[in-house]
C-alpha cells in the first residue's frame, strides 16, 4: 500500500547553484507538505552509509565524492501518493531526457550533478527519511 511520504535531498549543485527557493517552491506548489527538513552536510562515511547499494557500481566513488563536496538539504515530505507524484516532479535522472517543467529538467547540470535525490520506493522513502531524522524532528 502507498504511503503518504517521500524523502529527498537537495543535492550540493542545487545549494552551490542557488536554487534551494526555486526548487522547494516547486515542490510546494505541487502539492507536498514538508514534514521535516534540514540543512546540513554528509561525512564520507555518511555517505557510504547512505548509497551503499551502489558500492558496486563504477559511479560510487565519485558518487561519495559529489554528495560531501558541500551542502545539502535532507526532507521530508508529504502527499497523497508521495513517492510516485515525487518521483515525477523531479523528472529522470538524466535532464536530457526529464520532461519539460520538472524540476531536473530546470535545474540539473548532467546526470551525475542532477539536483534532487527522491526516494524511489516507499520502503527506501522509510530507511532515508529514518537516516536523516529522529522521531522528534518529524512533523
Do not use: C, W
Not at 507536498?32 to 551502489?54: D, G, P
Not at 558541500?70 to 520532461?99: C, H, M, Q, W, Y
Not at 535545474?107 to 516507499?122: F, I, L, Q, T
Amino acid at each position: 500500500m502507498a504511503t503518504n511520504r517521500t524523502f529527498t535531498m537537495l543535492k550540493p549543485d542545487s545549494i552551490e547553484n542557488g536554487n534551494i527557493g526555486n526548487i522547494l517552491q516547486m515542490i510546494t506548489d505541487a502539492g507536498f507538505s514538508i514534514k521535516a527538513m534540514k540543512y546540513t552536510q554528509l561525512t564520507e562515511s555518511q555517505a557510504k552509509e547512505f548509497y551503499a547499494v551502489h558500492a558496486e557500481r563504477p559511479f560510487y566513488a565519485e558518487l561519495v565524492e559529489y554528495m560531501t563536496s558541500g551542502p545539502i538539504i535532507a526532507a521530508i515530505l508529504e502527499k497523497d501518493n508521495a513517492v510516485v507524484d515525487f518521483r515525477t516532479l523531479i523528472g529522470a535522472t538524466d535532464p536530457s531526457e526529464a520532461e519539460e517543467g520538472t524540476i531536473r529538467s530546470k535545474y540539473a547540470e548532467s546526470k551525475g550533478r542532477n539536483a534532487v535525490h527522491g526516494s524511489d520506493s516507499d520502503e527506501n522513502a522509510a530507511i532515508e527519511g529514518n537516516f536523516h531524522f529522529t522521531g522528534a524532528e518529524i512533523f
